[in-house]
């Protein structure tokens, strides 16, 4: 099956610190893309950071980067300097096919601490 | 100048009815996206439209058929709602040669 894997619940962080949220998936295709997406709890889904598989480096955005390591089929995402309103559900997704559709892990919902 | 924008946000009916939640996007995207997102906060392709053609049709059951009206447009009509149903429902739309999908603000179906 070719799924998306995230097996962090839940995780905590405190207001300042890193933190690494991560992500494994499953594909027989050569090129495809990966995305973070972040779900507050207004329910608005928002593009944190996009990488395309057959770019080595790895993507950053402002605070947020990814570790990504192809052979591994791993995609973790480092929150860096967390603030309060990094508080969410953070869904790992990648696309399949010519159609782009999305398949999406089952979350991880990041607290940040004051 | 909302990018994409579903209407109702709430909806809350009764099991058996049917009724329709409507999607538009202003960006000029040609592709258009259905997501279910369960209790569990699990998300599902539904259907999807290019340039108002059908080019995703995931197990869904009969009673869901989207219509595309033209390519800023893509709407979901229910019939006969069952409890299960019950969820959030987004809209989403892409530009042709990009991955990127951009979502709505979501629906949530409460059946009764």
């Known amino acids: 099956a070719q799924t998306v894997t995230q097996s962090q619940p839940e995780m905590s962080v405190q207001e300042a610190e890193t933190v690494t949220l991560s992500c494994t998936y499953d594909?027989?295709?050569?090129?495809?893309?990966l995305f973070w997406y972040k779900q507050p709890p207004s329910r608005q889904m928002i593009l944190v950071i996009r990488?395309?598989?057959?770019?080595?480096q790895n993507a950053t955005e402002n605070r947020f980067s990814v570790n990504f390591q192809k052979a591994a089929k791993s995609f973790s995402l480092k929150i860096s300097d967390s603030q309060l309103g990094d508080t969410a559900m953070y869904f790992c997704?990648?696309?399949?096919?010519?159609?782009?559709?999305?398949?999406f892990g089952t979350g991880t919902l990041l607290a940040v601490q004051p | 100048d909302t990018a994409v924008s579903q209407t109702p946000k709430y909806l809350v009916t009764q099991m058996g009815n049917d009724k329709s939640i409507k999607c538009e996007q202003n960006?000029?995207?040609?592709?258009m996206y259905w997501y279910k997102q369960d209790s569990k906060k699990f998300l599902k392709i539904m259907f999807s439209?290019?340039?108002?053609?059908?080019?995703i049709n995931e197990t869904v059951p009969n009673r869901f058929s989207p219509k595309s009206p033209d390519k800023a447009h893509l709407n979901l009509h229910i019939n006969s709602l069952e409890l299960g149903d019950s969820a959030v429902y987004f809209c989403a739309s892409s530009p042709a040669g990009h991955n990127e999908q951009f979502f709505g603000p979501g629906t949530r179906l409460t059946v009764l």
């Open positions: 960006l000029g995207h040609d592709t």
């Open positions: 439209y290019n340039n108002k053609e059908l080019i």
């Open positions: 990488q395309e598989a057959y770019k080595q």
């Open positions: 594909t027989s295709e050569s090129n495809y893309y």
């Open positions: 997704a990648r696309s399949r096919g010519a159609t782009n559709k999305l398949i």
